[in-house]
Structures are given as structure tokens and as C-alpha cells.
């Protein structure tokens, strides 16, 4: 199934110097949502991947659970899509973040 993509491969730009992935569901890269929620898991070692899951937080559990609606993307295309995330990805392993109600990320403790 092709995808219609937000942003054009034209439109990304190098905000970031990482050639490391990411993962993240199509309410942020074909609907164009703002990312709202944000976790860092430890990173697959086969792979160059960051470790950073990026989800618009409205997804269901059964939209998640359909693997079609998630792609892995490099760290720096989705920074496009939503430059807010930029601050944050240096953080730890096993930090999550949610858009609170101002438009500001904060720590997401649940």
C-alpha cells in the first residue's frame, strides 16, 4: 500500500547529524499530527536505531497493533515533521515525554 506522505522527501531538511532510526505512526508522518507522545526504549543492537518511538497519543490499541500504520524512519526525518522533539533526544534510555495541554512536552511518569 503506498503512502501519502505529509512532507515530501524534497521538503527534509538535515536538522539533526544522525544517521541513527526511529519509529513512528502514520498520524504523524501521512496525517501530519504534532508528535504528543514520546518514549526512548534501549535501542536494537542489529540495527542503527536510537531507540525513540514517536506517536501522535491518540492512537488505539488497535491501531497500534497494525504494524502498517508504523514505519521505522531515520531519527532526522521525523524531526522534521515535528523540530520540538529536537531538545530531548539526548535523554536517557527508558524516558517518556507527553505534550501537555500548552503544546510543551513533560515527563510521562505512567
Not at 16 to 38: L, N, Q, W, Y
Request: a negative charge; aromatic letters at 12%.
Amino acid at each position: 500500500m503506498e503512502k501519502n506522505y505529509k512532507l515530501k522527501k524534497e521538503d527534509i531538511r538535515e536538522l539533526i547529524d544522525s544517521e541513527e532510526g526511529c519509529i513512528a505512526t502514520d498520524r504523524i508522518t501521512v496525517d501530519g499530527a504534532k508528535v504528543g507522545f514520546m518514549y526512548r526504549e534501549e535501542p536494537s543492537k542489529k540495527y542503527p536505531d536510537s531507540g525513540w518511538r514517536f506517536l501522535a497519543g491518540d492512537e488505539t490499541q488497535e491501531y497500534l497493533d497494525n504494524e502498517n500504520n508504523s514505519e521505522i524512519y531515520k531519527l532526522n526525518t521525523i524531526c522534521n515533521y515535528d523540530p520540538d522533539i529536537i531538545p530531548y533526544l539526548d535523554s536517557e534510555y527508558g524516558v517518556a515525554f507527553r505534550r501537555n495541554s500548552r503544546g510543551k512536552f513533560v515527563p510521562d511518569n505512567d
